[in-house]
């Protein structure tokens, strides 16, 4: 697929299927992830892959983690439970902080973010489906010990890939006029104007 055709088509899929991602999409997804910009070479990001019977045992760990969670329906606590059924393929996104003089906190969030932007729109070109998600997951220290993360990482997010099982949202028609603007030196002008 072209990179132009990926990057202004795709969309987020909340729901998706197997049959499971290959190692070559894998590789090809890691490979656009590691393409994220990256100010001094830090290499902030970290990326964490969930399958199989992995995300029974993460999703466990899940509800444990969730306050209170003996006093949730059943309901609720199988939704817990199932949250990384939803794809064959969860990858954990994580950004490791770390001091720089020239290298602010918010950047080193911003790079892994960009590498999950890619991986979305990687997927998209591979014909497979993608989301990204986060949630109160991405701050329970029950999660953060089960992956074995330091006190310096931050999740960043939790990227879910599969196979498209549902009908596409059709991606809103969005004017760039309506959020561009050019700054003549003095004030901010509308590019339509």
Not at 6 to 29: C, F, H, N, W, Y
Not at 115 to 134: P, V, Y
Request: hydrophobic share 40%.
């Amino acid at each position: 697929m072209d990179a132009i055709k990926a990057i202004t088509e795709r969309v987020s899929v909340p729901q998706l299927t197997g049959p499971d991602i290959t190692m070559a999409q894998k590789e090809t997804l890691f490979q656009a992830a590691l393409r994220a910009p990256d100010h001094a070479w830090l290499r902030p990001s970290r990326y964490i892959t969930i399958s199989g019977d992995a995300r029974s045992t993460l999703g466990e760990i899940f509800l444990q983690s969730t306050s209170e969670w003996e006093s949730l329906s059943e309901e609720r606590q199988q939704k817990l439970r199932g949250m990384l059924q939803r794809a064959p393929l969860v990858i954990v996104a994580v950004t490791r902080v770390q001091d720089h003089p020239k290298v602010p906190r918010d950047e080193l969030l911003l790079s892994t973010g960009a590498g999950i932007q890619n991986m979305l729109t990687a997927a998209w070109a591979l014909g497979l489906g993608a989301i990204w998600r986060t949630g109160d997951m991405v701050h329970s220290e029950g999660v953060r010990q089960a992956l074995e993360l330091t006190t310096d990482d931050v999740i960043t997010g939790f990227v879910y890939i599969g196979h498209v099982n549902c009908t596409l949202k059709q991606p809103p028609v969005m004017l760039s006029t309506d959020f561009v603007s050019e700054w003549n030196g003095e004030t901010l002008v509308k590019t339509n104007d």
